[in-house]
């Protein structure tokens, strides 16, 4: 991860709201048709902004605020990203040799960020799998490996030789990732700390056995953090509600969906609150008819109808180099 050191940045205070930086690298055994040996990529809040690809060999930006960046950045990583292209694969042969497996295609895959929440609150996290398999994590607490599967206590007995592994692992993912993400921020203050409201609706759903289940959609919004809720007159359905994982949109945003069964003929009695930093206030959805039509009628929590919708169904982290 390079410091970014040379980079003129403001030193904006914190722009509010939960952000992440994060990196998965991959390595094959053979490469394959159209498949590079190593490929990394860096993000911030789920978007691309590094990408090196063995093939090419030069890490690269991947969004447009990167160009800020001077060569020697882009130097730097390209150098750190075929250091670890070179102990990746090794690590890849050494597991191999543990699950009993000499020639085919394998890979092994690493990844690791960290995190700060709206509240000032810090995570991060460090993993390394096999086959698409977990096979290691970093229990930032102990300083220890803690294996997914039995065959992968032989690699953390190999990683545990030299404690100073899990150590720098340690000291970048609470001091340079976070400070690094920071610093990306300011970069891509335009696109990473904008806004954009969520477009919602509510759609029904019949299973076979008649049962009915409202679902409450959020899409289009930024940054990731939301809350969905469902109400019953004034009491929030906590227990009665589904809920999924807010994942990317393909597009830059993020989507989301809540769920909750309802009474036949009691559809109109339940109201979505969708909560967004993008909005002054709690926005409601309702179930309803019109023309055939489903909508979705947005008003504030106040009770006062609005519009109505129609629905429509860094730098990366050098290898392990504990000794000089």
Not at 136 to 165: G, N
Request: proline share 5%.
């Amino acid at each position: 991860m390079a410091e970014l050191a040379d980079l003129k940045l403001e030193n904006k205070p914190w722009p509010g709201g939960t952000h992440s930086l994060h990196y998965h690298y991959l390595a094959l055994s053979e490469p394959g048709p159209g498949l590079p040996q190593f490929l990394a990529v860096g993000y911030v809040d789920d978007q691309p902004f590094i990408h090196y690809d063995s093939r090419v060999d030069r890490a690269k930006p991947q969004a447009p605020w990167m160009a800020a960046v001077d060569t020697q950045y882009w130097e730097t990583e390209t150098q750190k990203q075929r250091a670890w292209a070179k102990v990746q694969q090794v690590e890849t042969w050494t597991v191999m040799g543990y699950h009993n497996q000499s020639s085919g295609t394998h890979s092994t895959q690493r990844t690791f960020g960290c995190e700060i929440q709206e509240d000032g609150r810090t995570s991060s996290f460090w993993q390394f799998g096999f086959d698409g398999q977990d096979h290691l994590s970093l229990d930032l607490e102990t300083l220890s490996w803690v294996s997914a599967k039995p065959v992968a206590v032989q690699t953390k007995r190999w990683w545990e030789t030299e404690r100073c592994y899990a150590e720098y692992d340690k000291a970048y993912l609470e001091g340079l990732c976070l400070t690094s993400l920071h610093r990306y921020l300011e970069l891509g203050s335009q696109s990473l700390t904008r806004k954009e409201p969520p477009k919602v609706q509510v759609t029904r759903h019949t299973a076979e056995d008649g049962s009915i289940t409202l679902r409450c959609w959020a899409r289009g919004f930024y940054p990731r953090d939301i809350s969905l809720s469902w109400w019953l007159g004034e009491e929030e359905l906590v227990q009665e509600t589904e809920y999924v994982e807010t994942r990317p949109g393909g597009d830059g945003t993020y989507q989301t969906w809540a769920a909750v069964r309802v009474p036949t003929r009691m559809e109109n009695g339940y109201i979505c609150h969708v909560q967004h930093s993008s909005l002054n206030h709690t926005l409601t959805v309702a179930w309803g008819e019109e023309m055939g039509l489903v909508e979705g009628m947005r008003r504030s929590r106040g009770g006062s109808q609005g519009t109505q919708r129609q629905s429509h169904g860094m730098g990366l982290v050098p290898p392990f180099l504990c000794r000089p």
